[in-house]
């Protein structure tokens, strides 16, 4: 699926974003596109929260993955990462 990255600016390469369980639910899909110019991981929540609302109310809660690490709101996501957005998991 590809979501219209507003209110970013246009950038030069498109990020693929992986989401999973009760992320991927609310999204309807499992990865989204958007074109990027780099930021950081708060300007990425914000913008995805902008383009699919319905994943806003899960999004602040659950943890962004920058190349396989797990990154902080201020940490820069540049264009060409990988990106995958973990909800939070809860069970024995």
């Given at each position: 699926?590809?979501?219209?990255?507003?209110?970013?600016?246009?950038?030069?390469?498109?990020?693929?974003?992986?989401?999973?369980?009760?992320?991927?639910d609310?999204?309807g899909?499992?990865?989204?596109e958007?074109?990027?110019?780099?930021?950081?991981?708060?300007?990425?929540?914000?913008?995805?929260?902008?383009?699919?609302?319905?994943?806003?109310?899960?999004?602040?809660?659950?943890?962004?993955?920058?190349?396989?690490?797990?990154?902080?709101?201020?940490?820069t996501?540049?264009?060409?990462?990988?990106?995958?957005?973990?909800?939070?998991?809860s069970?024995?």
């Amino acid at each position: 699926m590809q979501i219209d990255p507003t209110p970013l600016a246009r950038g030069n390469a498109t990020l693929r974003i992986s989401l999973f369980a009760g992320m991927a639910d609310l999204a309807g899909c499992r990865a989204v596109e958007i074109e990027w110019a780099g930021g950081s991981v708060a300007l990425l929540r914000s913008s995805l929260a902008a383009a699919l609302p319905a994943i806003e109310p899960l999004l602040g809660r659950s943890a962004v993955a920058v190349g396989g690490v797990y990154a902080t709101n201020e940490a820069t996501v540049p264009c060409d990462a990988e990106v995958a957005i973990i909800p939070p998991v809860s069970g024995g």
